[in-house]
DNA sequence: AAGTGGTCTAGACCACGTT
DNA sequence: ACGTGGTCTAGACCACTTT
């Protein structure tokens, strides 16, 4: 990124030819990645606003439209959101109209009324094979555990079994789940331990219910259920969470728009 | 649309102040709409090129600037293809890249060699209350009902009943699917009826396997299989196919990016 | 009134593909 | 050499929000 440095003036046009030589990108993708830097360094945090574009290309030497075109991929993406006439903010997972960005359960007939979480489980265990490579760790490093049900309408619709690297997550036991009941997991994960999951790749399978989460969700053993297996990503795209969540989509479904 | 008239010179900014009244929207969605409703008349067809961005410019009397934003816009949304130095396509579902643009059903190991698809059935039937309000005809109207499999590496894995309003589907028979093996569906729906599906929304949900379906894909009954309910939509947003897709997840799974 | 993002225009040059 | 889309800049005005 250091061909960022000198100023155009008048119609003299900039055109990012690299230093380094290896890999060409437009200015505006390099301004993009130095604001997904910026974010993930924590220089401006989850609902905070981000600097004006015109402040934004005094600092990085480009000019304003460069900026707003890197702006408006990131708005794009859920990962900046623009209010006019007031600024260009940080996008959190616990704004109302954004809560549930992730969780693509819709009710089959009529409302969604507010969701319950219980959480089952929350400890430290060690990471096998599996989870070591898809958080991009170490087999045998520590993760948190937690298993939760989430209940709809009164009726238990989902297990999630969450996978979390604990040299992130230090501090994240029980009681502090218990003491945020009703701010979402990843609020929560933004505000306590400046984690954002920006960007999540599932997998869907059918499967039949086990004994344990049949249990779990008041439905008899080998009730066809959805097995979404979940890998969530930061600003920096490294991998901070793997997720397997089960539901049951009797009254319920996922949705999902192809375009 | 009829404020798309007058020119500017110079600076002056030309807002678009509607007349109708009721609802405003800038240019470059203005413009957008005129290049979806070109499509949906069939005045550029999948594969062909459309006029470059300046001829466009003239020919709406806008700048060349807003053009781009506008196909921008149907370029995001694979409706239109922007390659370099040659022009800006119409998408087509022929084409290799995109040829499986609506399945997202992934290996889980692998490789997928060329699917194979089976048809069933091919009849005539009456739309009933669900099919005529999803498709937006009425009740008793002529439907083309299609019932097929698909084979991936030799396993049977999909099986496929496809509602099609008969008006728009005149001629649409079993020998003229076997008459173009080979050539996915979405391919023949748009050369052989100028038909293009170019957004489609799933209901996806978790069911046993009937008789029926086991039969077909040579499973056991009552095998949890993904049940996608799809409905499809063409450049006019007007819905003109619906599909309950049944799909074997255990070597196969349906892949989704939440952003 | 001042500041922000939103839209529109115009002109320059670059990279790619075809002629 | 020419035409296409791709990038970058600069300046104008609009719409919304806050002071």
Redesign the interface.
């Known amino acids: 990124m250091s061909d960022i440095s000198a100023s155009a003036t008048g119609s003299e046009t900039k055109q990012a030819n690299l230093a380094g030589g290896a890999s060409f990108s437009p200015l505006y993708q390099q301004i993009k990645q130095l604001v997904l830097r910026a974010l993930d360094m924590g220089e401006w945090k989850p609902g905070e606003v981000i600097p004006s574009e015109f402040e934004l290309a005094a600092r990085f030497q480009v000019s304003q439209g460069t900026v707003r075109k890197a702006v408006d991929e990131l708005a794009?993406?859920?990962i900046l959101i623009r209010r006019q006439g007031k600024g260009t903010f940080v996008s959190t997972h616990l704004e109302p109209n954004v809560r549930f960005?992730?969780l693509?359960l819709?009710a089959s007939e009529g409302r969604t009324s507010p969701t319950q979480s219980h959480v089952l489980s929350c400890q430290r265990i060690r990471a096998n094979a599996h989870a070591a490579q898809q958080l991009d760790i170490r087999v045998g490093e520590s993760l948190v555990y937690i298993r939760r049900v989430l209940t709809f309408d009164e009726v238990p619709t989902v297990v999630d079994d969450i996978y979390l690297p604990g040299a992130l997550f230090k501090g994240l036991t029980s009681s502090l789940l218990e003491a945020h009941q009703g701010v979402p997991l990843y609020g929560l994960f933004e505000t306590e331990f400046g984690v954002s999951m920006v960007?999540?790749?599932?997998?869907?399978?059918?499967?039949?219910a086990s004994e344990e989460i049949a249990e779990l969700l008041s439905i008899k053993k080998?009730t066809?259920?959805?097995c979404v297996?979940?890998t969530s990503y930061t600003y920096a795209d490294r991998p901070v969470e793997l997720r397997i969540g089960f539901?049951l989509?009797?009254k319920y479904?996922?949705?999902?728009?192809?375009?």
Chains 1, 2 share one sequence.
């Open positions: 794009a993406e859920n960005r992730f693509r819709a960007r999540a790749q599932e997998q869907i399978r059918a499967v039949a080998n066809p259920l959805l297996d979940r539901y989509t009797d479904y996922y949705r999902n728009t192809l375009i």
